[in-house]
Nanobody
Framework: QVQLVESGGGLVQPGGSLRLSCAAS????????MGWYRQAPGKQRELVAA???????NYVDALEGRFTISRDDAKNTVYLQMNSLKPEDTAVYYC?????????WGQGTQVTVSS
């Protein structure tokens, strides 16, 4: 069974930064597509950023260049660097991947942006 474990969330002031990590096991992330999603209270879960097996990335337009997805193949870990955080970024952030026909999810990590 694929396992994804997120970490790095917390409370940060507007304009601050956080780096989320997603450690994967029983899957080699360099061979797969990885994504970060978020779900704010009362809202639909949305894709924030994704990185392909070839290293190509894409982002939701609303980020305006503030977030960067990357991966460390040696550590089998994907990251989401979040800069210039805004209150509207507050959400539970989930790591996800695809293995065959099945999509897998981590348990999520809470990010709260507040003064």
């Amino acid at each position: 069974q694929v396992q994804l474990v997120e970490s790095g969330g917390g409370l940060v002031q507007p304009g601050g930064s956080l780096r989320l990590s997603c450690a994967a096991s029983r899957i080699i992330i360099s061979f797969t597509k990885m994504g970060w999603y978020r779900q704010a209270p009362g809202k639909q879960r949305e894709l924030v950023a994704a990185i392909s097996s070839g290293g190509m990335t894409n982002y939701v337009d609303a980020l305006e260049g503030r977030f960067t997805i990357s991966r460390d193949d040696a550590k089998n870990t994907v990251y989401l660097q979040m800069n210039s955080l805004k209150p509207e970024d507050t959400a539970v952030y989930y790591c996800s991947t695809w293995s065959g026909l099945i999509q897998y999810w981590g348990q999520g990590t809470q990010v709260t942006v507040s003064s």
